[in-house]
């Protein structure tokens, strides 16, 4: 067996790992009067040895790729912790007109909104991932108390970002 066919059994998938560590430990475990019964007494004898290797090798694997699962898990959990840290500190963290757009949102019960894209507090909210655009396109729009023509474009609120904001009002008050 050269160190090419050994990783290629490595990449197997991990069912049929299972499925052969299952035979060997079967193999090797159980006993004689149930292998009297399939008829693999002498079989355990010729092949006992490189079955204990086989099972020792799949269950080395067995316990590599828990442990990988394990930790695969626990820092996934880690990560959502610490973006959900993050998207906490920046919607603690707002100015007094990107404070007024979000409550726009929050008070009107609106998901979207048409925003100039000429507002620098729009444009930080959305490179924070505040807000996003809901369309590639953008429209002339009246806005202040003159009516100034500026360029407007559809806003959607992130829904994490409307589900922190209803929870915790006081953070655009």
């Known amino acids: 067996m050269t160190p090419k066919d050994v ?15 299952a035979g ?3 193999l090797l475990f159980l006993p004689e009067s149930w292998l ?5 007494t ?10 204990g290797g086989l099972f020792l090798v799949l269950s080395v694997l067995f316990l590599v790729c828990l442990a990988e699962y394990g ?12 973006k959900d840290e993050r998207r906490r500190r920046v919607l ?14 929050v008070g009107n019960e609106t998901r979207g909104q048409t925003l100039s894209m000429e507002s620098g507090a729009v444009a930080a909210l959305q490179s924070r991932g505040v807000i996003t655009t809901a369309t590639g396109l953008a429209s002339m729009k009246r806005e202040g108390p003159l009516g100034h023509l500026v360029l407007a ?4 609120i992130q829904p994490w970002a409307e589900r922190l904001l209803k929870e915790n009002p006081s953070w655009i008050d």
Do not use: C
């Open 153 to 156: 474009t559809d806003f959607l």
């Open 36 to 40: 009297k019964v399939m008829q693999l």
């Open 71 to 82: 930790y695969g898990r626990r820092r996934s959990k880690v990560e959502v912790r610490e």
């Open 92 to 105: 603690q963290d707002l100015n007094p007109d990107e404070k007024a757009i979000l409550r726009s949102f």
């Open 7 to 21: 990783v290629e059994f490595l990449k197997t998938p991990s069912r049929a790992h299972a499925v052969l560590w």
């Open 24 to 26: 060997a430990g079967a």
């Open 42 to 51: 002498g079989f355990r004898d010729v092949a006992g040895p490189y079955t």
